[in-house]
């Protein structure tokens, strides 16, 4: 055991390293970027449901409970921003962590719709778990 999980399990915190396990839902349109983004976030022993856009990430967390939410921002039928602010205006989902992703530089429009990170693409599997173990953790 390293110092640092010792001072950690003596504190009684709890402190994730990596993401196995988490319930992802990914809100993504573009086939190539779904099947990418699944396949990083897949082989790092993630549990990942995707949605295409913010009208089925709605339906999916009536029906599901996930951890995280990785919201693209530009999506048909309903986009990224409405979708958040749905999410933060539904008592049963308020409280669920959400990163934006877009190809914009939108990251202050984004923390204003409600989320609670932001990424802006292209980016790499290392920035999505980076930004994951960031909220998680918090």
Wanted: net charge negative.
């Amino acid at each position: 055991m390293t110092s640092a999980s010792k001072i950690d399990l003596i504190k009684g915190i709890s402190v994730k390293k990596d993401i196995t396990n988490l319930q992802i839902l990914l809100v993504e349109d573009v086939l190539f970027n779904q099947q990418l983004c699944f396949h990083w976030l897949e082989g790092e022993k993630a549990k990942v449901k995707v949605a295409e856009n913010g009208k089925v990430a709605i339906e999916m967390l009536n029906a599901e409970k996930f951890d995280i939410i990785l919201m693209d921002i530009n999506m048909p039928i309903m986009d990224g921003f409405e979708a958040i602010r749905i999410i933060r205006s539904t008592v049963e989902f308020k409280d669920y962590k959400i990163i934006a992703i877009t190809a914009n530089d939108d990251k202050r429009k984004c923390l204003e719709a409600g989320a609670d990170s932001y990424l802006a693409k292209p980016y790499e599997v290392k920035d999505i778990k980076s930004e994951i173990l960031k909220l998680i953790n918090s």
